[in-house]
């Protein structure tokens, strides 16, 4: 059964820091994985969808990268601002439908 | 820009209600999901369907039924409302198998 871990649950940095986010899963054999950004009591707003045969996708300040191999994905966030706080959620498909998601990373940025 | 509408926000229901959750896209996505958010325990999947009148049982799928008649909307029923079905749903839609999920903004429901 494949599971999803996201290391560490809670991030605070100061503005304008780069940082990274971890996501590592346990069966290798994914379809794709999807970095989303959750804002509290809203819907998910997806960031960034990664292909198996891809190694990595860039969208603006954000930068994901996948290893298939190790079970191992990271969101990289450049030049942080108070607005990317959020928690961050992935979450790996390994069949045609069904994504299992982490536990997401409750990001905060301090002016 | 895909859309996922979600019939309400907040919803409060008395225990043994008929509960229904309604989700509608407009991008004419063969796929539809609906999950639920808990606290420690992350979204899991309840039910989804790859096309009209079609339904797969996701993780988690008793005390919930689901209904597609038409393409773009997908309705989730909780049979007999309970008050371990609080939560947050969330309903997604995706093009085909595999593809990127789009979210609704979610129905914050509780049962008392």
């Known amino acids: 059964k494949q599971e999803v871990t996201q290391i560490p649950a809670a991030l605070s940095v100061p503005e304008g820091e780069n940082l990274v986010l971890n996501c590592s899963f346990t069966?290798?054999?994914?379809?794709?994985l999807q970095w989303f950004r959750q804002d509290p009591g809203k819907g998910l707003t997806s960031l960034l969808l990664?292909?198996?045969?891809?190694r990595e996708q860039t969208s603006g300040r954000l930068n994901a990268s996948l290893d298939k191999s190790s079970g191992r994905s990271t969101l990289y966030i450049a030049a942080s601002q108070p607005g990317d706080s959020a928690t961050y959620l992935c979450?790996?498909?390994?069949?045609?439908?069904?994504?299992?998601f982490g536990q997401g990373t409750r990001l905060t940025i301090n002016p | 820009d895909v859309k996922v509408t979600q019939s309400s926000r907040y919803l409060v229901k008395r225990t043994g209600e008929k509960v229904f959750l309604e989700c509608v896209q407009d991008?004419?996505?063969?796929?539809m999901f609906w999950y639920r958010q808990d606290p420690g325990l992350g979204l899991r999947l309840i039910y989804f369907?790859?096309?009209?009148?079609?339904?797969e049982k996701g993780d988690i799928p008793e005390g919930y039924s689901v209904s597609r008649e038409k393409k773009e909307r997908f309705s989730l029923i909780l049979e007999s409302a309970s008050t371990n079905q609080t939560s947050m749903y969330l309903c997604?839609?995706?093009?085909?198998?595999?593809?990127?999920?789009?979210f609704g903004p979610g129905t914050r429901l509780t049962v008392t």
């Open positions: 997604a839609s995706s093009p085909g198998g595999g593809d990127e999920q789009y």
């Open positions: 069966d290798s054999a994914i379809y794709n």
């Open positions: 990664i292909q198996s045969s891809q």
């Open positions: 979450a790996v498909s390994g069949g045609a439908q069904k994504l299992v």
């Open positions: 991008m004419d996505h063969e796929n």
């Open positions: 369907s790859y096309d009209v009148k079609m339904k």
